[in-house]
């Protein structure tokens, strides 16, 4: 019961952070418009995120252009939409295959060692999602920060954090933590049940050595 627990914990974190890492795919404010310095505060915010780039007006209006061409995108926002791509979709697998290999569902095997090797598979696809994200959202951080901080970029045109890159960090949090929960709980299973394999069997081997020992001479005439 207690490792049924664990890994429902491990998957419901997990699914939550697949669902943070799809709303951080989608979301536009991965880097917004700064006002830090001697940047005069205009009555338009800017916002950029992997599909489309917005303006927010003062008076609530919000204008989003989709990135036109797919070649003219910096390298980086081109590998940062493939990776989390790649996570959504590892996320979702990870989900099925999760499903199969738990120990409380009835579904596929209902074998517990083929249920255990399953479960760690979805446990690594989740750790793999999760790196995929970390990979992303800190790239994109990284390249935000260098031109923030580059002094050949006009104080108007830089760029913070938006609010986009936290909600991929904790999700990536989430999502590798739900993993390893998923990979922890059944390789302590699949240990356990090796030791007690191996106490059950110097055991069996005495009685079956015992069965075969022939009788003693004072046994043969009783």
Known sequence: MANSGFQLLGYFLALGGWIGIISTTVLPQWKQSSYAGDAIIMAVGLYEGLWMSCASQSTGQVQCKIFDSLLSLDVHIQTCRALM??????????????????????????????????????GSLFLLSGLCTLVAVSWYATQVSYHFFDPNTPINARYEFGPALFVGWAAAILMMLGGSFLCCSCVNEERRGQQ???????????????????PEKGEQYL
């Open 196 to 214: 007690f394999y191996r106490q059950s069997q110097p055991s069996t081997a005495r009685e079956a050595n015992v069965k075969s020992s022939p």
């Open 85 to 122: 791509v790649i996570s959504v979709l590892m996320g979702f697998i990870a989900i099925i295959v999760s499903v199969v290999g738990m120990k409380c569902t009835k579904v596929g095997d209902n074998n517990p060692s083929t249920k255990s090797k399953i479960a760690i598979s979805g």
